[in-house]
């Protein structure tokens, strides 16, 4: 039974591992902090998961527990985002894809998203995932009126980290 | 910057494509391993605050010393202070198992974050409890030595025989009251730093969630 368990958990965790691998790139700088963040998120979903009913899907409830887990319970290293760091360990932009202003203009983007406070950042991902406000709302425990105006401030103070 | 967010957003999805790739084999030890996260901790520092405040009461509680405070004629109220006391320690106790229940990941962001600072709220009050406890079991004691132990009644004859009984009394209090002060600051100051320490993102991000709705 619990080996059954254990093996359904393990196999969907692989199949929606992007949604992890994606929350610990945000709030991590090294390689290091990564894996020990998605460490973390992977034992909270794992104790979460017997709690877990089908009735919603098990990506949308992944979203929740990494978020939460980044936001609450990692306590990430006091270093500075580097960009270096930030290139080096998981993105590397196809210079083939892209002009050098777009190129220059994302990484811009990237460093400045990267300089938000945790539930700025976690806003934006929901945003970048595409989700709506309604679920972001659900998801941080905000009304969806609070959701829209806190994500115009987080437009906001990016347009002022890339333009000081 | 909304078309900028937009372009963003299509390189974002663009990237999944080089996200690390864990196997079923990479994935499935890291299930059995156990959790850091400062929800641990607060936990395992809650049970030992227990353990310790546990400990005092029963260090206190011996069979020597209900003969002493019978000799002090203090240990009716000693008695009935012990048993507030462990009533009031298992409703801590209860409180501090129900709040650790509640926590939970698949809830949202705000409310995991209340329910995280309400067990670590339940602990504090645990041991402020404690302290005042402790206090007027202290003061309790000094009564109970200086009125009715052969060295106690000594030093209050030989106060009152140089006619300084008011001063003395007023030394006696004082001194209690600053002893009580400085122990109430050190553990202030060690709960401060250690809960401090542990929770400073976590009480940082609640507000920031609680400032919106304002």
Redesign the interface.
């Given at each position: 039974m619990k080996k059954e368990l254990?093996h359904r958990?393990?196999?969907e965790?692989?199949d929606n591992?992007?949604i992890v691998?994606?929350v610990c790139?945000l709030y991590t700088n090294d390689k290091d902090s990564h894996n020990d963040l998605?460490?973390?998120i992977?034992?909270?979903?794992?104790?979460?998961y017997p709690?877990?009913r089908g009735d919603a899907k098990f990506s949308t409830?992944m979203y929740?527990?990494a978020?939460?887990?980044a936001?609450?319970?990692?306590?990430?290293s006091k270093k500075r985002v580097k960009t270096q760091d930030f290139d080096s360990v998981?993105?590397?932009i196809k210079t083939t894809?892209y002009d050098d202003t777009?190129e220059r203009?994302?990484k811009l983007?990237?460093d400045a998203?990267k300089q938000l406070?945790?539930?700025d950042k976690?806003l934006v991902f929901l945003?970048?995932?595409?989700k709506n406000y309604s679920e972001i709302a659900?998801?941080?425990?905000?009304?969806e009126v609070?959701a829209r105006?806190?994500m115009s401030r987080v437009?906001t103070k990016?347009?002022t980290i890339?333009n000081p | 910057?909304?078309d900028?967010?937009e372009?963003?957003?299509k390189?974002?999805?663009?990237?999944?494509a080089?996200?690390?790739?864990?196997?079923?084999e990479e994935?499935?030890p890291?299930?059995k391993?156990?959790?850091?996260?400062?929800?641990k901790w607060i936990f395992y520092i809650s049970i030992i605050e227990f353990i310790f405040w546990a400990g005092v009461n029963i260090i206190f509680s011996g069979p020597e010393t209900m003969e002493e405070l019978k000799a002090m004629h203090i240990y009716k109220v000693v008695m009935a202070l012990n048993v507030i006391n462990y009533v009031i320690i298992f409703y801590f106790i209860y409180k501090f198992y129900t709040n650790y229940r509640k926590i939970?990941?698949?809830?949202?962001?705000?409310?995991?974050?209340k329910a995280?600072l309400k067990v670590k709220r339940t602990v504090t009050q645990y041991v402020w409890f404690n302290l005042i406890i402790f206090t007027i079991s202290a003061i309790i004691y000094s009564y109970g030595v200086l009125l009715y132990t052969p060295e106690g009644q000594e030093i209050v004859t030989t106060a009152s025989q140089d006619g300084k009984s008011v001063a003395f009394w007023a030394l006696i209090i004082i001194t209690s009251i600053a002893i009580t002060g400085i122990v109430l600051f050190v553990i202030w100051l060690f709960y401060k730093l250690l809960y401090g320490i542990l929770l400073k993102?976590?009480r940082?991000?609640y507000n920031?969630?609680k400032r919106?709705?304002v």
């Open positions: 254990e958990f393990v196999t965790l692989e591992q992007n691998h994606k790139s998605f460490q973390e992977t034992i909270q979903l794992w104790k979460a709690k877990f409830w929740r527990v978020l939460n887990t936001i609450t319970l990692y306590r990430k998981l993105y590397k894809d777009e203009q994302l983007m990237y998203v406070g945790d539930i976690a945003y970048l995932e595409d659900e998801t941080l425990g905000i009304s609070n105006v806190k437009k990016l347009r890339l | 910057m909304l900028e967010l372009l963003l957003k390189d974002w999805q663009k990237r999944e080089s996200l690390p790739k864990l196997s079923y994935i499935y890291m299930i391993k156990k959790s850091s996260s400062i929800v939970s990941f698949t809830d949202s962001s705000k409310n995991l974050m995280i993102s976590l940082k991000n920031e969630l919106l709705e």
